[in-house]
């Protein structure tokens, strides 16, 4: 197969782990012999430095012309504490979802038996946990009209959702639960919402075209505690822009290090993939970033071209990095591994996971591990 894809490595950390994930792409098109052609633009504090416009319009044409996206992290401490800002990063990624129709994100919730100890919650409240997060992408709050009062003491933030912008996500999700474990459970405040009780009435009418899958529903308050105190309940969450910003921030724990998450966001003609982490912009360039979360997105956009077999051998070299605690300082904090090291590895072991052996120097030193 033949993909176009375009990186936007944005700023942080998004550079080094956006690095990474392409190595470890093109350990799997040599494996494969598919052909992966990556073209590289500029989102985020990088394109407002450059080009004053955090999503500039060739960012945009790169975009549109990409058969997928690979997102790094955008953001800057500059911007961040200062809530006077007009231009900001993070709406290069607002916009870049509006113009492309990126209208469900989608989050995998996994534990990993190794790692479980690095979570804040009991092994035996976190261990099993496999869910996904569907969070309704270009709807609700964040992109209803906003208004505040001349005299600055009174503000507003409109929400609105169409039905059409329920169900298209809604179809997702479904399909998704059908494949899964079979149970779906919608998220909202429809006690005190409209827009909630347009979101129920819409998902109780799809649920008939989806007889094999169990509907649940959870007042948003109630899941953000459900999600601590038993998150091995859940298979598959639907929910609307803000509290699936929200919900999916506070899921990201469980695993033990928001390293590990990817996501991928879809369109009705591309789809963008990113690690859940930000810009993390305190390992800036000194090499200790965590590159799984952008590895496994990378996966998820193989996914996305059906190439399971491919995204498999991503995940299980992922698998074997953490069980060989060959991890970068998040989850080693003793014995830890650089990001080009981490790296290194998965793409060797994905190239020939039979003669690849743990050798921790030959890996620092850059090496091959294949022995």
């Known amino acids: 197969m033949k993909l176009k894809i375009a990186l936007l490595p944005g700023d942080g950390i998004g550079p080094e782990v956006i690095q990474q994930a392409t190595k470890i792409l093109d350990a799997i098109a ?29 960012t945009l044409e790169t975009c549109s012309d990409a058969d997928a996206i690979l997102f790094g992290a955008i953001g800057d401490p500059k911007y961040d504490n200062n809530p006077s800002a007009k231009i900001r990063p993070e709406q290069g990624l607002l916009k870049l979802r509006k113009k492309l129709g990126l209208f469900a994100n989608i989050r995998p919730i996994t534990t990993y038996n190794s790692l479980i100890h690095k979570s804040n919650l009991k092994k035996d409240v976190i261990k099993g946990t496999d869910f996904v997060i569907y969070r309704e992408l270009t709807g609700g709050i964040y992109f ?33 639960a059908s494949v899964r474990r079979k149970k779906l459970t919608l998220v909202d405040k429809a006690n005190v919402l409209e827009t909630s009780r347009l979101w129920r009435k819409r998902i109780i009418k799809m649920a008939k075209e989806y007889p094999t899958v169990k509907l649940e529903f959870l007042f948003v308050d109630n899941a953000a505690m459900q999600l601590i105190l038993n998150p091995k309940q859940f298979d598959v969450i639907l929910t609307e822009n803000m509290f699936g910003d929200i919900l999916s921030d506070e899921a990201s724990v469980i695993s033990g290090s928001i390293g590990l998450l990817a996501s991928a966001s879809i369109g009705e003609h591309t789809a963008l993939f990113e690690p859940v982490h930000g810009s993390y912009s305190q390992a800036k360039e000194k090499n200790i970033a965590n590159p799984l979360a952008a590895i496994l997105s990378a996966a998820m956009l193989l996914e996305y071209f059906d190439l399971f077999d491919e995204a498999e051998d991503i995940k ?5 990095s953490i069980d060989l605690n060959i991890s970068t300082p998040d989850l ?10 981490v790296g290194n590895f998965l793409r060797d072991f994905i190239l020939d996971e039979e003669n690849t052996f743990y050798n921790k120097n030959n890996i620092d030193l850059g090496q091959s591990t294949i022995i």
Request: net charge neutral.
């Open 332 to 341: 080693n904090t003793t014995n830890h591994f650089s990001t080009t090291s």
């Open 30 to 58: 040599k494996k494969y012999n598919h052909i992966f052609e990556y073209k590289t633009a500029l989102v985020g504090a990088i394109a407002i430095e450059e080009t004053g416009n955090p999503l500039p319009n060739k």
């Open 316 to 320: 299980n070299a992922v698998e074997k």
């Open 144 to 176: 209803g009209e906003k208004k505040l009062s001349a005299d600055g003491n009174s503000a507003s933030d409109n929400c609105n959702y169409t039905a059409n912008e329920i169900d298209r996500i809604a179809h997702l999700a479904f399909k998704a």
